[in-house]
């Protein structure tokens, strides 16, 4: 990247920087209204529409709704929505499977829950053969970081 | 380098200014070991909110019927976001979540209400008289200030699906359905102020004075609760390790969560996770991997119904291109109601034999209402002699019910081109969605990445090749219970000259309580025989299986693969679990125990136990 490149990055960062701290202390943060944990601790939490109003677009409750695939494809709803998502999930929920060097992996972490689509579910080992060269790129999204990758290395050098 | 360090100050000062004018003024007593006493001991005290009345005579009339019945019932004035204020009516406290339960559930048998709202307990001097009565309680001049230095504008309400319920009158009131979210414990500044405001106007200026009291109090003793939460998982099996032979394993992990702060009210909090492991047959096979790890610990101040949001410590961060664990500081907040910035530094969470990198990135979104929102982001990692500069843009489109798009591309600001692009799109009708979804990576792009020595994946970086994805999800509710799910992906190159298709099919049937049942058949389909395999799989979870109420629960899984080219000399897998479990002690304590037995081209008979306590406080 050039420099005038980067320092133009740099100049919008700060400068956005300093607004968004004077907007912050100037009461203007009300954002998208959120509150920080979900009111009811009960009933299932991953149909949104089951409770609330979605025809109206003030918020896009359907776009959070759990399908059985969920697991394979939320990072699309995740991305720009870390917020939401710690609404009804602790961090440790997330860092479960996107921590660095989680230790046991999910499925065997939440053994028992077999409602889950685990992604390693059954014999992943020989598995990963085949879904490695078909896509490696879902690979590394996880065990591309260094400490993710040290289950890697006994194998993988 | 210098314009980094100049950057990291630059922002850990003002996020840290940012900290600082933002707290109450008296830390000391958020910091004293009391405060900490009478919020645990209210962590459990609840109470159920029955119904809610505009009109103060109302509420005493439906406290009078409920008295009839025996019920010992209070209002409080309350503000619900978007509704103004309202009368809320409360019967019980309860120490347990579960007593409560029972007892509305009784109650809804009897007829004497319709609707139930388990809460935090509003009237905490009513449960823990220890605490409100206890000379070691702290002074009200002292309370005063764990209120908001400035009274903050009410927050504007979330959609709420208007549902009713009858009140004896025969009166249909709007019972808030996305369950006021400003939570009954936490009356704000202006709250209180409209509260007295309110009563002065119908003549009880009196009873207003002393329930803004009481609310300060009420603010004061719960500045935050105390969660900890241990799992302990022992681990059984037998693996091959250096001496060739087959030995006995058994790790035990330990993982430990602490969480410290008021999760519906902000403020500051603390939150920690992290897990270690010892093999208690002293085997090699862990010899050469970490033994424990601090998954993130950190400082964070947030606010309800803002994005104003500060984060210090190690950390995940999740915004646009960035998917990173860091130690260091991010800070996002809103300008006005259409931007939010996320800003990020600090060093990347390295391996043990690695050197961290200085990272710093940010996400800036546009989003002219929640259901639109335009972002782009920037990571800037400094790997020494291998830098990793990315951007990239991410999007989310939301008309009604019926359309979703969404979509991140990212780009190499170092080879100048495209490492990935996804998008899915999501079509509901009725009781059909359809998503498509399209991904591609350019390796050379998308793998040059980081130091070389941490990524195992850097070979194919040297690579030309190009892989596009395209294909749909397909969900269909039959007839409840039964679920429908489908899928279809394709796999395309741009070198390698092959294309793959994947199907899968699930079904799933809800059952009362949680059960569940359902299948799955899965195949990928290479046109080589080395990139084909087929699943097949079917489970259950039984929930409550003595059918006492209890949160006992029976499920198990069986799992068959085969694969066209035999690997190892076998071409087929079969996995098997069975698993039991319980929660204890008003689901404090959950106890679970798993088998399973597995045969695959790496393990002829491998058999496996765990057995896990998980306590919750």
């Keep these: 990247m050039n420099k005038i490149t980067a320092r133009t990055f740099l100049l919008i960062f700060c400068s956005l920087l300093v607004a968004s701290v004077v907007a912050a202390q100037r009461g203007w943060a009300q954002g998208k209204n959120l509150p920080l944990a979900h009111p009811q601790e009960e009933g299932d939490l991953r149909k949104c529409s089951e409770c609330h109003e979605t025809e109206s677009n003030e918020f896009p409750f359907k776009r959070f709704e759990h399908t059985p695939f969920f697991g394979d494809t939320h990072r699309l709803t995740a991305v720009g929505s870390q917020r939401v998502c710690q609404i009804c999930h602790r961090t440790s929920f997330c860092a479960d499977c996107h921590g660095t060097g989680a230790g046991l992996r999910p499925s065997v972490k939440r053994h028992g829950d077999t409602r889950r689509l685990m992604p390693h579910r059954g014999d992943y080992l020989t598995r990963h053969r085949i879904d490695g060269r078909l896509n490696p790129g879902k690979c590394f999204r996880c065990h591309g970081r260094p400490k993710a990758a040290a289950s890697c290395k006994p194998c993988h050098g | ?617």
């Design chain 2, 1 to 617: 380098m210098l314009l980094r360090i100049l950057v990291f100050t630059l922002f850990s000062t003002l996020s840290s200014l940012a900290l600082i004018s933002s707290l109450p003024a008296d830390q000391d007593n958020f910091r004293s070991g009391e405060v900490r006493t009478i919020s645990s001991a209210n962590s459990t005290a609840v109470t159920i909110q029955v119904s809610s009345f505009k009109k103060q005579d109302e509420a005493e009339k439906e406290i009078v019927r409920l008295k009839s019945h025996g019920v010992d019932a209070k209002t409080r004035y309350e503000s619900v976001p978007g509704k103004g204020m309202w009368y809320r009516v409360y019967v019980g406290r309860f120490q347990k979540k579960s007593e409560a339960r029972t007892y509305a559930e009784s109650l809804k048998a009897k007829g004497i209400i319709t609707w139930s709202w388990i809460k935090p307990n509003v009237f905490p001097h009513a449960v823990v008289k220890t605490t409100a009565q206890s000379s070691s309680a702290p002074k009200l001049s002292s309370r005063k200030a764990f209120l908001p230095r400035s009274a903050p504008p009410a927050p504007p309400a979330l959609p709420q699906k208007q549902v009713h319920k009858k009140v004896e009158s025969g009166e249909k009131q709007p019972a808030p359905l996305v369950k006021q979210a400003v939570p009954a414990t936490a009356p704000t500044q202006q709250a209180l102020k409209q509260r007295s405001t309110a009563n002065a106007a119908s003549g009880q200026n009196q009873p207003a004075m002393q329930a803004a009291s009481t609310k300060r109090w009420t603010q004061f003793a719960l500045p935050g609760t105390f969660n900890f939460s241990s799992q302990t998982t022992l681990q059984a099996l037998q693996r091959d390790t250096s001496t060739g032979e087959d030995s006995m394993v058994l790790p035990l992990y330990e993982y430990i969560r602490l969480d410290y702060g008021n999760t519906e009210e902000g403020g500051l909090a603390f939150h920690a996770y992290g897990w270690g492991r010892s093999d208690l047959a002293d085997s090699a096979y862990f010899e050469d991997t970490s033994d424990g790890e601090l998954l993130f610990g950190y400082l964070e101040y947030s606010k309800p119904y803002s994005d104003l949001h500060l984060v210090l410590g190690r950390q995940l961060i999740f915004a646009g291109v960035t998917n990173d664990t860091v130690d260091g500081l991010r800070f996002s907040a809103g300008l006005g109601d259409m931007l939010t910035a996320t800003l990020f530094g600090g060093v990347t969470y390295a391996a043990d034999d690695a050197k961290a990198d200085t990272t710093y990135g940010s996400r800036i979104a546009f989003h002219p209402r929640p259901a639109y929102v335009v972002a782009i982001s920037y990571q800037d990692t400094a790997a020494e002699g291998d830098p990793d500069q990315r951007a990239g843009v991410d999007f989310s489109f939301n008309w009604s019910d019926w359309i979703t798009v969404q979509g991140l591309s990212s780009y190499n600001l170092d080879s100048g081109d495209w490492r990935e692009h996804q998008y899915s799109a999501a079509l509901r009708y009725k009781a059909i969605t359809l998503e498509p979804a399209y991904q591609f990576f350019s390796y050379k792009d998308y793998f040059d990445v980081g130091k070389e020595e941490n990524n195992l994946f850097h070979f194919l970086k040297d690579t030309d090749e190009q892989v596009a994805i395209a294909g749909a999800d397909f969900h269909y509710q039959w007839t409840f219970p039964v679920r429908l799910s489908g899928r279809y992906h394709q796999y395309t190159y741009s070198i390698r000259q092959e294309k793959a298709d994947y199907y899968a099919a699930l079904i799933g049937v809800d059952l009362s309580k949680g059960s569940q049942l359902g299948g799955e058949v899965g195949r990928m389909d290479g046109e080589s025989d080395d990139n084909i395999y087929a699943l097949y799989r079917i489970y259950f979870y039984w929930a409550d299986p003595l059918g006492f109420g209890s949160s006992a629960f029976v499920s198990g899984d069986a799992i068959f693969q085969n694969y066209d080219a035999p690997v190892y000399g076998k071409d087929y897998a079969s996995y098997f679990s069975l698993s039991g479990g319980m929660r204890l002690f008003d689901d404090r304590l959950e106890v679970k125990l798993t088998g399973t037995y597995s045969q695959d081209p790496y393990f002829d008979d491998n058999m496996e136990g765990l057995l896990t306590f998980r306590i919750d406080y």
